[in-house]
């Protein structure tokens, strides 16, 4: 069974002949003729490179007189292990060498071997970008509220100099102000996704990747990544007010009376 990009490429045919050459352990290379029972769609990657046979064919086709393990998939616990796992296991296999001399095991990592490696990368740095956008957008959104707060209220601002009010005091209110928006923007953010992913998972919502259909549409909350995006938006919405509590708390009592 081949794929069909393979099949393509090749102007393959069911129940055509296909000639198979491979290297088998020592190096040699054996071919052998095989008949073309299916083709099997590209569904489980963009390079539609998956086939299959008969493990007694692939026995012939390698010259194994009994059955050899060619390869072993580790699978661990803690994905964020994974590199610490590979460099422990590089050195400890590299002492061992074939009848040639070289090395008898190669270890390769889930990145190099899927196709859909690349395809996560990007997924991520979209992630990250929209994270960036979405601090951005706060960042201004506070920015202009306290810009606006701190123009709509000059004049309270120079009664408050003049009775004695002290600048850092002046400051600290809007400061307050600003932590409370954040905070309540928060808040809100936090129900409104939680709630959304609590429905999403109550309907069920199945859709189409590629030529894979019916996948379920599975949304989970990442508690650790909340609070720490939580913290970020708090940390910018005082970083926005800053500016405009400063601004106010150095206004002239007599200038800002006079503001109209």
Request: proline letters at 4%; charged letters at 20%.
């Amino acid at each position: 069974i081949i794929p069909e990009k393979l099949a393509a490429g090749l102007k393959i045919k069911i129940k055509d002949s296909v000639v198979l050459v491979a290297n088998n352990k020592d190096g040699s290379v054996n071919g052998l003729n095989f008949t073309v029972a299916g083709i099997i769609e590209s569904i489980l990657g963009p390079q539609g490179k998956e086939g299959y046979m008969h493990i007694k064919d692939a026995q012939s086709l390698l010259r194994m007189e009994k059955p050899e393990i060619i390869e072993i998939a580790l699978r661990i616990k803690k994905f964020d292990k994974l590199n610490d796992v590979y460099k422990d296991l590089k050195p400890a296999l590299a002492k061992f060498e074939n009848k040639k001399g070289k090395p008898a095991f190669e270890i390769h990592t889930w990145e190099k071997l899927s196709p859909f490696s690349n395809i996560a990368k990007m997924i991520d740095i979209i992630t990250v970008s929209m994270k960036i956008i979405m601090i951005a957008i706060v960042l201004i959104s506070i920015l202009n509220v306290m810009m606006m707060s701190v123009y709509e209220r000059v004049r309270e601002i120079g009664t408050m100099s003049a009775i004695g009010t002290a600048p850092g005091k002046i400051m600290s209110l809007f400061l307050a102000e600003g932590l409370s928006l954040g905070l309540i923007s928060v808040l809100a953010g936090n129900i409104i996704g939680i709630l959304g992913i609590y429905i999403l998972n109550i309907y069920k919502i199945r859709y189409a990747f590629g030529r894979q259909d019916n996948l379920l549409l599975s949304p989970t909350i990442s508690f650790s990544e909340l609070a720490w995006v939580s913290a970020i938006v708090l940390l910018v919405s005082v970083f926005a007010t800053l500016q405009p509590a400063y601004k106010a708390s150095r206004m002239e009592p007599v200038d800002a009376l006079g503001h109209v």
